[in-house]
């Protein structure tokens, strides 16, 4: 299933504080940016996001986080002034057609709305491109990642035997093929 970022027209949108802020697709250029912006989250949020200690991002890593495989991944960034300061990803999920998000935020800029664009964007870049259903693991602790994921219409369910971990899922699409909600 193609998933090609170039296909995703950036846009503007204004923090919840009023910054300005660019979501456009990830670039091959974006490898010191995303980088630096690793390097300015802070341990819980790394924690949170890759749910184990992540001291530091390998350079295959990065070059993976910023080369996007367009048949199976999707990435976007938000950038304000020259910074990366999130970004957010899917990639499909092998055997099914369905996709798996992550979004980040820098710690200074989280809870300004940017979570919301990022995986807003995502959503509607899955749905575009024929997913069936979006879903991410959160840890149970990550209430910031489950409230916004329940604003945007995932459900929010267990994983059995791991009173750890929680599955969001939002369905992009019903079994007869067709927009769900459409
Ligand atoms: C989880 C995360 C992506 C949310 O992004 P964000 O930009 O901070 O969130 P937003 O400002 O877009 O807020 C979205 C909703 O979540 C709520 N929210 C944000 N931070 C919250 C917090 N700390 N506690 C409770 N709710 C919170 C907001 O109130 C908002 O709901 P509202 O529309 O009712 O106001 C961000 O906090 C983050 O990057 N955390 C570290 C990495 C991580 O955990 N990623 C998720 C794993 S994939």
Request: charge should be negative.
């Amino acid at each position: 299933m193609a998933a090609a970022v170039e296909d995703f027209a950036p846009r503007e949108i204004v923090s919840s504080r009023g910054a300005r802020i660019t979501v456009r697709a990830v670039r091959p250029e974006d490898e010191d940016g995303f980088h630096a912006a690793f390097l300015r989250l802070s341990s819980e949020s790394r924690y949170t996001r890759f749910m184990s200690v992540v001291r530091d991002l390998s350079e295959a890593t990065l070059h993976h986080a910023t080369h996007p495989d367009a048949t199976r991944e999707f990435a976007l960034v938000a950038v304000a002034g020259d910074q990366i300061v999130a970004g957010g990803r899917f990639v499909a999920v092998p055997e099914t057609s369905d996709c798996e998000f992550a979004v980040t935020v820098v710690d200074d800029w989280q809870g300004h709305g940017l979570g919301r664009a990022l995986l807003t964007a995502l959503r509607d870049a899955a749905a575009v491109r024929g997913y069936g259903r979006m879903e991410g693991y959160v840890l149970s602790t990550n209430l910031a990642m489950r409230k916004l994921g329940a604003r945007l219409g995932f459900s929010d369910g267990p994983m059995p035997g791991d009173a750890t971990t929680r599955l969001l899922v939002v369905v992009l699409r019903g079994d007869d093929g067709r927009a769900a909600g459409g």
